[in-house]
């Protein structure tokens, strides 16, 4: 009877262990994926994790303004466009960058970074930076509370969260 009882305390153990393992694994930022064809040739991917308000102030609070951000949890985002392409009009090479923001109130700038492989932006370099664009951001149509960044097969890329959106122009050459 000794025997049976612990072989059940140590399947119960394994259950709980690989339980709370799962749930670790588990994103609360889940991770998303805008992708489109521009102009029938350029294929864009951004990759993000997409956090949630959850009644925070995001603007100039959890994502400080002046400081440069991963534009998303956990990893940086990534852009990867297979064709050199303009980004509002300035021109970016064919690969997959990192792609990171710096918020300010009227103004974001868009940074295209040559590491892709980054957690966060702990270990960003301004130097590794391929293109800096800057653009004016909107009041969003509507509250989102989720980070959203969608594209479309016009080249419209839109960044949306909480209250603003930071729309901007991918053109193929």
């Known amino acids: 009877m000794r025997k ?9 153990t394994t259950l709980f262990a690989l339980g709370t393992t799962l749930n670790a694994q588990e994103r609360v930022s889940p991770l998303k994926e805008a992708k489109t064809i521009i102009s029938g040739s350029v294929n864009l991917a951004i990759t993000y994790s997409s956090p949630s308000v959850k009644g925070r102030k995001i603007w100039g609070d959890l994502v400080p303004y002046g400081e440069i951000w991963r534009t998303g949890a956990n990893e940086a985002t990534t852009f990867e466009v297979n064709k050199d392409v303009l980004v509002n009009g300035q021109r970016l090479a064919a690969g997959k960058y990192a792609f990171f923001t710096i918020p300010s109130e009227k103004t974001w700038i ?3 970074n040559k590491e892709p492989n980054q957690w966060g932006s702990y270990n960003y370099k301004e130097s ?10 909107k009041a969003a149509k509507a509250f989102s509370e989720q980070l959203m960044i969608t594209a479309d097969s016009k080249g419209k890329v839109v960044v949306a969260w ?9 053109k193929a050459l």
């Open 128 to 137: 590794m930076d391929a293109l800096r664009v800057t653009v004016k951001v």
């Open 110 to 112: 868009l940074v295209f």
């Open 4 to 12: 049976k009882n612990l072989y059940v305390l140590l399947l119960a």
């Open 162 to 170: 909480e209250n603003l959106s930071a729309p901007f122009k991918v």
